[in-house]
């Protein structure tokens, strides 16, 4: 991941977070954090709760399970943090970032998923301040919020296929379904065989959590990845 202040931009992986930290161990042990989990399943609400609420450095850890209900806890307990899912149900996670820094300015947002992904920078256009998968590890979780808390930013490095939410073919592949055009049409477009079609199309699927094309598309539309 990439874990940098506001002013930096440093990069490491998870487990080894380098001169960041250095700034953790400097930040002051008095400062205490608000955290605020927005998801709507239950075992994520139950095991993150679990893990910050043991932190020394939590003050208070919430939740809630929609959209509404994060903005009027955000209003009620001025969280410093709040972590956000990249899908709530039929709502978007950074269409619930924007809302949260627009309403909620002290509040900072990181991102989660469990299967999607977004780019740092359809992350930071939606006011977040960094995206972490959620098979983290729960010690490097509980860093990247509280860097998170520090105004610190936190993003996965873009450098191969594995590391980003699409690979250039693939994104090829979206736009043509964006566009409507059938497997068939796209293995055309692209002079590749139909079978090597459908292997990009449910490569695809499986990077955006998607069931089907329809699906693909809105998913990449909410992370950015699609006009």
């Known amino acids: 991941m990439t874990l940098a202040s506001e002013s930096d931009a440093g990069g490491v992986g998870p487990g080894a977070l380098g001169p960041a930290e250095e700034l953790l161990d400097a930040a002051d042990s008095q400062t205490r954090l608000r955290v605020l989990i927005v998801d709507d399943h239950?075992?994520?609400?139950?095991?993150?709760?679990?893990?910050?609420?043991?932190?020394?450095?939590?003050?208070?850890?919430?939740?809630?399970?929609?959209?509404?209900?994060?903005?009027?806890?955000?209003?009620?307990?001025?969280?410093?943090?709040?972590?956000?899912?990249?899908?709530?149900g039929e709502e978007s996670g950074p269409e619930i970032s924007a809302q949260l820094r627009e309403r909620s300015p002290e509040t900072k947002v990181l991102l989660i998923s469990g299967?999607?992904?977004?780019?740092?920078?359809?992350?930071?256009?939606?006011?977040?301040?960094?995206?972490?998968?959620k098979d983290w590890g729960a010690s490097d979780i509980a860093r990247a919020v509280r860097m998170v808390g520090l105004g610190m930013t936190v993003f996965q490095p873009q450098v191969d296929v594995d590391g980003t939410p699409l690979s250039p073919r693939e994104r090829e592949v979206l736009d043509l379904i964006s566009g409507g055009s059938t497997n068939r049409e796209i293995a055309a477009a692209l002079h590749l065989s139909p079978h090597t079609i459908k292997e990009h199309t449910s490569s695809l699927y499986r990077k955006l959590g998607a069931r089907n094309r329809a699906d693909a598309v809105q998913r990449a539309q909410r992370l950015g990845l699609s006009n």
Do not use: T
């Open 42 to 88: 239950d075992v994520v609400h139950w095991g993150f709760r679990l893990m910050l609420s043991n932190q020394p450095w939590v003050e208070r850890c919430i939740s809630s399970r929609s959209a509404a209900e994060a903005y009027a806890l955000a209003a009620r307990y001025k969280p410093h943090v709040a972590l956000v899912d990249l899908f709530i």
């Open 115 to 133: 299967a999607g992904r977004i780019s740092p920078g359809a992350a930071q256009a939606a006011g977040a301040s960094g995206f972490i998968p």
